[in-house]
């Protein structure tokens, strides 16, 4: 027994054994083929004291230079690398968007983010069916909705529980999803359409 327990510790000392512990898997935002371009462009989230209005205006900033804005997020052992995609009005349709809140997930009426998985699913597989959800999988975007005044700190805990999320639907289907993800306030929903005029005799 007493072997036993120093052949284990020998392990864990042995190079082997530590680079096992220390090894970081990295994950990549919407996918790994996004990041073979020379124009990305790193904002750090880690021991700043931005808020969120300054680094959404980051991103529109470095979109704007025609480069790719990226965070690089630790979570334990893993390293999320997030491209923030461009708002852009006209490239995006309003039902495309799966818009989460602080605490809920607005998609035709408000859900609680405890429902997160499920909701993200029915958006991924929607296929049109559903006019408040996606056209296609292909097409499905995250709008992440915070105020202006939250921390990076903040910003960093919420992608990493929506890419949590999203990792087990990902998984599940061979890994063949694109997280795509944009910065916005909350309170910037296009309007409802008026309700019909009452016809008047």
Do not use: C
């Amino acid at each position: 027994m007493r072997r036993f327990f120093i052949l284990f510790f020998l392990f864990q000392l042995s190079p082997s054994g530590f680079s096992q512990a220390a090894i970081n898997d990295t994950i990549f935002y919407p996918n790994k083929s996004w990041y073979n371009s020379n124009r990305l462009k790193k904002i750090s989230l880690t021991d700043t004291e931005l808020k969120f209005k300054e680094i959404k205006r980051l991103v529109d900033e470095i979109h704007q230079e025609d480069s790719l804005p990226y965070f690089e997020i630790r979570d334990k052992k893993l390293i999320r690398k997030v491209i923030p995609l461009r708002y852009d009005w006209g490239l995006f349709k309003e039902r495309n968007f799966l818009n989460i809140t602080e605490d809920s997930i607005i998609i035709g009426k408000n859900y609680s983010i405890a429902k997160l998985y499920d909701q993200l699913h029915e958006h991924y597989f929607n296929n049109g069916k559903i006019p408040n959800h996606s056209q296609s999988t292909r097409k499905a975007t995250i709008k992440i909705l915070i105020d202006s005044s939250r921390t990076a700190s903040y910003l960093e805990k919420h992608i990493i529980r929506i890419s949590g999320e999203f990792d087990k639907l990902n998984h599940k289907h061979s890994d063949s999803l694109q997280l795509k993800l944009i910065l916005d306030y909350p309170n910037r929903f296009p309007p409802p359409p008026p309700p019909p005029k009452e016809i008047q005799h």
